[in-house]
Nanobody, 116 residues
Framework: QVQLVESGGGLVQAGGSLRLSCAAS????????MGWFRQAPGKEREFVGS????????YYADSVKGRFTVSRDNAKNTVYLQMNSLKPEDTAVYYC?????????WGQGTQVTVSS
């Protein structure tokens, strides 16, 4: 099991940038695939992006491709979500998740609000 704590959310104007961090506990972080998800008010949680345990493979939702970048630093037990060219529709609570076959461990989320 991995404990996850997100940080870095906040209020930003459209076109701006934010970097979210997700700090993980435990000595096995480097063996977990990591994902970022988000949930806007009244909507279902949706996939944003993911990164393999080694950092060699990343995937993105079409809605964020080219604007968001997922990266990780296994030495710091941390995964990042760099968000550029933010849009009001990116407003949501952002969650990181860890897993091997499925995402079993989740953080508490961090709010991102993009004003127009």
């Amino acid at each position: 099991q991995v404990q996850l704590v997100e940080s870095g959310g906040g209020l930003v104007q459209a076109g701006g940038s934010l970097r979210l961090s997700c700090a993980a506990s435990g000595r096995t972080f480097s063996t977990y695939h990591m994902g970022w998800f988000r949930q806007a008010p009244g909507k279902e949680r949706e996939f944003v992006g993911s990164i393999s345990w080694s950092g060699g493979t990343t995937y993105y939702a079409d809605s964020v491709k080219g604007r968001f970048t997922v990266s990780r630093d296994n030495a710091k037990n941390t995964v990042y979500l760099q968000m550029n060219s933010l849009k009001p529709e990116d407003t949501a609570v952002y969650y990181c998740a860890a897993g091997r076959a499925t995402y079993d461990d989740w953080g508490q989320g961090t709010q991102v609000t993009v004003s127009s």
